[in-house]
Each structure stands twice: as C-alpha cells, then as structure tokens.
C-alpha cells in the first residue's frame, strides 16, 4: 500500500478555488484490514482531509490513495448485510416497473457491482445482466453464481467495448460514484452506453445527512466525493444530460437515489427543483455551514471519548458492533484501540479473524455477543443498522447489555 497523490483542483468543475473544512488526521485506508503477522509492520497512513469547492460547491477529499490499492481486493460485501439485499430486492423491482417492463430482453449494466447482489435480482427479472466490479475476489464471486461480470475498472474505454454488442437500457451504480476520481470519463462511458433512451440510476450518500447527524465517519479516502445535487447539475449538464428525478432513501444513513437522462427525454419531476430549493435554502453554496459542521465532529470526539472512559473506569467491558469502513475511521479519529475494546464482531466470514488498521481490534465472529450481557457496552459502529441490529440483539440487551450509538451525540441504549 503506498500510491497516494495530493490535487488540488476540485473534480467536477476544475477550479482552485478550495477550502479545508475537516482534518481528520492521518489514517489507513478505513478496509485495509489486517492479518495477526501484520501487526508488527509499520501501517502506510494517509492525510483525510475535506475540501469545498467554492465555485461549484462540491465537497471532496483532494488526497487520493491509488484505486489499485484501495478496490483490487475489496472486504465490503453487499450480500452480507441483509438490510442491503432487501433494499436491493426492491430497488430492481421499482427500476424494473418503472422503466423496462414493455421493453423484451433489456440490458442491465452496473458499476462497481460487488458480489452481484443486485444483478441477481435484475436476472430474477429476465433482464440480461452485466456487471463491472474491479475486486477479483468480488467478480469471482459473482460470476461464481452466474451473474455475469467483468473484473475491471468502468472507464469510457471499456462503455467503447461493449456498447458494439447493445446499449444499456439502465445502468445502475450504488455507492461507487463518490469513489470515482476521474468523473467526466465516468460520465462520457455513461453517455456511450446509454444511447439516445437509456437510463443511468445511482444512489449516493447524501451530503446533507452527512452534515446533519454528524456522519463525520463516512469520510474515507475511498470515498472521494460527497455530493449534493448542486454540483451534480454542473457536472450532467457538460454532458447534455439531465437529472429527472430524484429519491430520498433511508439506507447507509440517508442516501440520494438519482435519475439522468439524455435532455427532454423524460419529464423533470417536481423533486428536482425541490431538492435544489432545499440545498440552497440550507446554504450548502456559503462555508459557514462546513465550518459548523468541523466544529461539532471535534466535540463529538471529546463526548465519545468522555463516555467510554467513564464506562471503562465503572469496569465496564466493551466491545465494538460491526467492522464496518466507517467504523475505522470513528476508531482512528478518536484514538480508540485494543485497549478500550475488546473485540469487534461481524458477520462478513473475510473480516473474522483479522485486525482493524491503525487500532489493531480483533474482530470476532457474532456469536461472541452470546458470552456478553450484564453490564457490557457495544459500541455500535454500524450504526446505519441500528434498528435492525437492536432488534436482533433484544437477547444482549435484556441480559442487562447496552449499546452506545455513537453519532449524532453519543447515547447507550
Ligand atoms: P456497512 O455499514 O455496510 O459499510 P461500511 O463498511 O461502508 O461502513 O458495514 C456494516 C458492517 O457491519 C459490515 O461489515 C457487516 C456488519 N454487520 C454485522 O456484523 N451485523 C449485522 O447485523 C449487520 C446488518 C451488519
């Protein structure tokens, strides 16, 4: 692990004109999980950093770790979170409705489409099926249940590749645009693809939820842009598409779905200019409201920390809920290690038995929770799941055990 570059020239607009608003120290890539003989071995540690356009208004991180290092060998796997595969289940069912069932054999293409978690819905559908997803653990996966993928990164090149065969009706991307550094190749392989009537569907986090409940957490150097929809109007429009449609969605704690098209080929809905409306109502184009933002990730540190000490010096004993990439960063930023939690349980097998980076927690298979209750604390660092997870675990917390959801303030429950 070690190709890392610094530019200073914001990704959709190409301006200058950029402003730090949260330093998040230096830190290792937030999934660079680690085996027990990595322990000893000195970490590869990078700046994280957010930056705001002041000219488009989009927020981003300008320190960049290599893709090779960060995406060939990935841990996050959809099908392990079954709140994920539900929403996909019914996100293939709503696109499908919407947009292809007059159409016979239509083509679906996603990007960065992980174990296939998705496809395989699509193909439940009688849609053909693509995927592209630069992880080999990941595309073997996929293409190991027969959902057909590509192990590579999407780039216009390849949308030249395949589009000879046919367009796509629908291209999907969930959680990967924001992982994208070079966007407008993105976008050219997209308008490729497409054709004149095709579809391109994403979901991204977004920005204002991350500002409104504090999810300073999901900031991490695979995470390369947070957006809003204002400069995403900025970056469609270079390329004569349009966003018709926009969806708010609960998952990954308050995710966009959006909908571009060629221009004048749907009908803009109404919830475009209100979500425009919003963000500008919010300020999201001024910098007073980033600078409040940075000023409440650093108190919410001291009120973390200020907790699990108290809980530490009244004996409790803890440990950590989720191995999650958000969770790492939450980790590292407040300095909490092996020394203040025990373990970390997940229920992805690949993160079992290896260690979080830069705090060195084991983490633990689920059922550790079994031999936990009466005054134990987990710290939920999965806390996109907590109703789920809560749910789940009404056993723990009715033999007297707790949970801290650490953000927006930090509460047991
Ligand atoms: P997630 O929030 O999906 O993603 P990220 O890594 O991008 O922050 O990670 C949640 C982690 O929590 C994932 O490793 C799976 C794990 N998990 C459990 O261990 N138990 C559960 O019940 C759920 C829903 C997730």
Same mark, same amino acid.
């Given at each position: 692990?070690?190709?890392?570059?610094?530019?200073?020239? !914001? *990704?959709? !607009?190409?301006?200058?004109?950029?402003?730090?608003?949260?330093?998040?120290?230096?830190?290792?890539?937030?999934?660079?999980?680690?085996?027990?003989?990595?322990?000893?071995?000195?970490?590869?540690?990078?700046?994280? *950093?957010?930056?705001? &356009?002041?000219? !488009?208004?989009?927020?981003?991180?300008?320190?960049?770790?290599?893709?090779?290092?960060?995406?060939?060998?990935?841990?996050?796997?959809? /099908?392990?979170?079954?709140?994920?595969? #539900?929403?996909?289940?019914?996100?293939?069912?709503?696109?499908?409705?919407?947009?292809?069932?007059?159409?016979?054999?239509?083509?679906?293409?996603?990007?960065?489409?992980?174990?296939?978690?998705?496809?395989?819905?699509?193909?439940?559908?009688? !849609?053909?099926?693509?995927?592209?997803?630069?992880?080999?653990?990941?595309?073997?996966?996929?293409?190991?249940?027969?959902?057909?993928?590509?192990?590579?990164?999407?780039?216009?090149?390849?949308?030249?590749?395949?589009?000879?065969?046919?367009?796509?009706?629908?291209?999907v991307a969930n959680?990967?645009i924001?992982? %994208?550094?070079?966007?407008?190749?993105?976008?050219?392989?997209?308008?490729?693809?497409?054709?004149?009537?095709?579809?391109f569907v994403f979901e991204v986090?977004?920005?204002?939820?991350?500002?409104?409940?504090?999810?300073?957490?999901?900031?991490?150097?695979?995470?390369?842009?947070?957006?809003?929809?204002?400069?995403?109007?900025?970056?469609?429009?270079?390329?004569?598409?349009?966003?018709?449609?926009?969806?708010?969605?609960?998952?990954?704690?308050?995710? %966009?779905r959006i909908?571009v098209?060629?221009?004048?080929?749907?009908?803009?809905?109404? /919830?475009?200019?209100?979500?425009? #409306?919003?963000?500008?109502?919010?300020?999201?184009?001024?910098?007073?409201?980033?600078?409040?933002?940075?000023?409440?990730?650093?108190?919410?540190?001291?009120?973390?920390?200020?907790?699990?000490?108290?809980?530490?010096?009244?004996?409790?004993?803890?440990?950590?809920?989720?191995?999650?990439?958000?969770?790492?960063?939450?980790?590292?930023? &407040?300095?909490?290690?092996?020394?203040?939690?025990?373990?970390?349980?997940?229920?992805?097998?690949?993160?079992?038995?290896?260690?979080?980076?830069?705090?060195?927690?084991?983490?633990?298979?689920?059922?550790?929770?079994?031999?936990?209750?009466?005054?134990?604390?987990?710290?939920?660092?999965?806390?996109?799941?907590?109703?789920?997870?809560?749910?789940?675990?009404?056993?723990?917390?009715?033999?007297?055990?707790?949970?801290?959801?650490?953000?927006?303030?930090?509460?047991?429950?």
């Amino acid at each position: 692990m070690s190709h890392y570059n610094f530019v200073k020239k !914001c *990704r959709i !607009c190409s301006s200058k004109n950029l402003e730090l608003i949260l330093d998040l120290g230096e830190q290792p890539p937030a999934n660079s999980l680690l085996q027990k003989n990595q322990l000893e071995i000195s970490e590869a540690k990078f700046p994280l *950093r957010l930056f705001w &356009c002041k000219d !488009c208004f989009l927020v981003q991180l300008l320190d960049i770790v290599s893709k090779e290092d960060l995406f060939k060998h990935y841990f996050y796997m959809t /099908s392990a979170s079954k709140p994920i595969v #539900q929403h996909f289940q019914k996100y293939a069912g709503d696109i499908f409705k919407e947009f292809l069932k007059e159409q016979k054999n239509p083509l679906i293409i996603e990007i960065g489409s992980n174990d296939g978690s998705l496809l395989k819905e699509f193909k439940k559908l009688g !849609c053909s099926i693509l995927g592209i997803e630069p992880a080999s653990n990941l595309s073997n996966i996929a293409n190991g249940s027969g959902i057909s993928t590509m192990n590579d990164f999407f780039s216009s090149d390849i949308a030249k590749n395949i589009v000879q065969s046919k367009n796509a009706s629908v291209i999907v991307a969930n959680n990967v645009i924001g992982h %994208i550094e070079n966007l407008h190749d993105l976008m050219k392989g997209i308008k490729i693809l497409i054709g004149e009537k095709g579809v391109f569907v994403f979901e991204v986090p977004y920005l204002i939820d991350l500002i409104k409940k504090l999810e300073f957490d999901t900031i991490y150097h695979e995470h390369l842009s947070y957006f809003s929809i204002l400069p995403l109007l900025h970056l469609m429009k270079n390329f004569g598409l349009e966003i018709f449609n926009i969806q708010k969605q609960s998952v990954h704690g308050g995710t %966009i779905r959006i909908f571009v098209s060629n221009k004048d080929i749907f009908k803009v809905n109404e /919830s475009v200019k209100k979500f425009i #409306q919003l963000e500008t109502d919010l300020q999201l184009n001024k910098i007073e409201i980033y600078k409040k933002f940075s000023l409440e990730v650093k108190e919410l540190k001291f009120k973390i920390l200020n907790l699990l000490n108290n809980l530490k010096e009244n004996n409790k004993s803890l440990f950590g809920y989720g191995a999650s990439a958000k969770g790492n960063v939450l980790l590292n930023y &407040c300095n909490i290690d092996h020394t203040i939690l025990d373990f970390i349980i997940d229920t992805t097998p690949i993160k079992q038995n290896k260690f979080t980076p830069g705090t060195h927690i084991p983490i633990l298979s689920p059922e550790k929770i079994n031999d936990k209750g009466d005054g134990d604390v987990a710290l939920l660092l999965a806390w996109n799941y907590e109703e789920q997870i809560l749910d789940k675990e009404h056993n723990f917390r009715s033999r007297g055990g707790n949970f801290l959801i650490p953000i927006p303030k930090p509460i047991l429950k």
